[in-house]
């Protein structure tokens, strides 16, 4: 199983990003999906996350401007980027908890570098 991030960039304050992670290998099913972002010298943190039924929740630092959805037929997870701001800077990484050969386990993608310019 690979998550494989992608859309990531240097933009202006307030520009916008959309990130997109694919999900691929033999997979049973996708339970939640979500973005963690990891700013230089901080911890890595959840910027939203969305479950197989819809549901999202966000970190209060990004409500407003970013937008989480998935295409389940393409196992496929969105993050669209509104109002940038240089503290977006970050890291981005997807994740998604499935399972994969009868074992539920939850998987990481590389990371996408975001660089708002300010």
């Known amino acids: 199983v690979q998550l494989q991030a992608s859309g990531g960039g240097l933009v202006q304050a307030g520009g916008s990003l959309r990130l997109s992670c694919a999900a691929s290998?033999?997979?049973?099913?996708?339970?939640?999906m979500g973005w963690y972002r990891q700013a230089p010298g901080k911890e890595r943190e959840l910027a939203a996350r969305?479950?197989?039924?819809?549901?999202?929740n966000y970190a209060d630092s990004v409500k407003g401007r970013f937008t989480i959805s998935r295409d389940i037929a393409k196992n496929t997870v969105y993050l669209q980027m509104n109002s940038l701001k240089p503290e977006d800077t970050a890291v981005y990484y997807c994740n998604a908890d499935l399972v994969a050969k009868f074992s539920r386990k939850v998987y990481w993608g590389q990371g996408t570098l975001v660089t708002v310019s300010s």
């Open positions: 290998g033999p997979i049973f099913s996708i339970n939640d």
């Open positions: 969305i479950t197989s039924g819809g549901s999202t």
